[in-house]
């Protein structure tokens, strides 16, 4: 169970408001873990939450922040189905550990098949968390998004 304040030690950073940037490539070992990328292990050494993404990826939050979005989930009525299907998804594919002394996190095996992770994988900061792609799956999606990207601006930001 994944409490507040569950966190080993919380820094300064897990306060702040977190920004995950870059892409990195690392690989899972045989025991499907991988190395973070260094910049994000001051946030996540602490605790994190590996669950699904949305668009077949994993998606890691710092337990602090996983915390506060369930919090906020857990208010939607759950006489509405669509609720519940939500939380049922989210909590059931969702994982908490920390990352081990060297700084790899495992990604547990049903996570590892939803996202159809093998070895080569892309980690991408996505602002609020870090998410988990395969490797050939971010290819073709980043490739697929790249043309779009610019038209998004204006409605991403419509109201702006």
């Known amino acids: 169970m994944v409490e507040p304040g569950g966190a080993k030690r919380q820094s300064r950073r897990v306060r702040r408001c977190l920004v995950f940037l870059g892409t990195h490539t690392p690989r899972l070992d045989d025991k499907g873990r991988f190395f973070l990328p260094a910049k994000f292990r001051d946030e996540l050494d602490g605790g994190l939450v590996i669950t699904r993404g949305q668009d077949r990826c994993l998606a890691i939050y710092p337990t602090a922040t996983f915390v506060e979005m369930t919090q906020e989930i857990a208010k939607g009525a759950v006489s509405v189905k669509k609720v519940r299907d939500y939380q049922r998804m989210l909590a059931a594919g969702a994982s908490d550990t920390a990352p081990d002394k060297q700084g790899r996190v495992m990604i547990p095996p049903m996570l590892r098949r939803y996202a159809g992770l093998d070895k080569d994988i892309v980690v991408v900061g996505a602002i609020t968390r870090v998410e ?20 998004m601006n204006e409605e991403v930001f419509a109201d702006s």
């Open 132 to 151: 988990v792609w395969d490797a050939a799956e971010w290819e073709r999606y980043s490739a697929e998004q790249e043309s779009v990207f610019a038209e």
